[in-house]
């Protein structure tokens, strides 16, 4: 891969569609993601200036693995059901974590990092409350129920909730935020034959 944001972004891509399914695993994962990075980004601000760059990835493994690790069964202790939504995506945590480390993430300026896991935090809860109302059928209840005549999946798109319905929807999200931010400005092609 010769870009290294390609990683990262894939190992996002990973959380959005897989913890989406809904909003009670998008917070779960949410907390867990904020909770990982944080405290490694903390605990490893003292080791990096220490370490060499061959010991630095050692470290960054085995800090990343015992952080999320130990999370996690602070999770499993306050809520069960929401460690078992995330316990899949916890060793993926670690990974993330090693992997911002060494594309030079926890380098860049605090307002940097703070936007891009506000954007990640607030795609993950975006994404998570589409595929919960569209698949579960909230939307289409509701509207069901104010006009009689409109009947529009009164129980639920289950396509939404499983990861093509996500991954699906995902794109047309991100078709939307391209068609919004494009700039108007007539194009200077000339038209066809």
């Not at 809860?125 to 109302?133: I, P």
Request: proline share 5%; charged share 10%.
């Amino acid at each position: 891969m010769k870009n290294p944001a390609t990683l990262v972004n894939s190992l996002m891509l990973v959380l959005l569609l897989g913890a989406t399914g809904s909003l009670r695993d998008a917070l779960a994962t949410l907390l867990m993601f904020t909770a990982v990075i944080g405290a490694y980004g903390v605990s490893m601000r003292p080791l990096r200036l220490r370490l060499t760059p061959q010991s630095l990835l050692l470290a960054s493994v085995i800090l990343a693995t015992t952080l999320s690790s130990c999370f996690a069964i602070l999770l499993q202790r306050w809520s069960l059901p929401w460690q078992q939504s995330v316990e899949l995506y916890i060793g993926l945590l670690a990974l993330q974590c090693v992997v911002l480390e060494h594309n030079g993430f926890f380098r860049q300026a605090l307002s940097a990092r703070l936007k891009r896991c506000v954007q990640f935090a607030g795609l993950l809860v975006l994404l998570a409350l589409l595929r919960e109302s569209i698949g579960h059928g909230s939307i289409g209840r509701h509207l069901s129920e104010h006009w009689q005549g409109l009947v529009l999946f009164s129980a639920g798109l289950p396509l939404a909730t499983i990861t093509a319905g996500g991954f699906i929807l995902l794109g047309l999200l991100l078709a939307a935020c391209q068609a919004w931010t494009r700039p108007t400005a007539p194009s200077k092609e000339s038209p066809h034959p």
